[in-house]
């Protein structure tokens, strides 16, 4: 719905950011190795979003580029991994580290991040499994 947003940099913190797009402030979470490289405050950035609907909110989650929110979308697909949890996985290491440990299987680097127990991890192979990854 909202594929990227292009503006000036209000706040930053550790969960996210406002970022003004033609007077409209957007507050978008993202993960803190993302949050490190914005800009900042009153500096112009460009990001791409996903916006995640919810029974009782709408949340808008960033990315520096085109690959890791397809990470995040291909992620948040998987039964389990809600967009907390697969921030939180974006932020063990780089998407091709990711890829590596779901091309080999590594149930155990994903249990590493807060919420992602060996169930979880497991049911899909190590998440990727029939997926394009």
């Known amino acids: 719905m909202i594929s990227h947003l292009e503006g000036k940099i209000l706040d930053k913190n550790e969960k996210f950011f ?6 409209i402030g957007y507050k978008v979470f993202s993960h803190s190795g993302i949050l490190a490289k914005i800009p900042n405050i009153g500096q112009t950035v460009k990001i791409w979003t996903h916006l995640y609907v919810r029974e009782d909110a709408m949340d808008l989650y960033g990315f520096l580029n085109q690959e890791e929110l397809d990470f995040f979308e ?10 907390r949890s697969a921030l939180g996985i974006l932020e063990v290491a780089p998407v091709s580290g990711l890829k590596q440990a779901i091309v ?7 249990t590493k991040v807060s919420g992602i ?17």
């Not at 291909?74 to 967009?83: A, C, D, E």
């Not at 080999?104 to 994903?110: R, V």
């Open 74 to 83: 291909m992620l948040i697909s998987i039964s389990g991994i809600g967009p």
């Open 18 to 23: 406002v970022i003004d797009v033609g007077g």
């Open 117 to 133: 127990g060996r169930k979880t991890a497991g049911q899909n192979g190590g998440f990727g499994k029939g997926r394009k990854i």
């Open 104 to 110: 080999s299987e590594d149930e155990t680097f994903f």
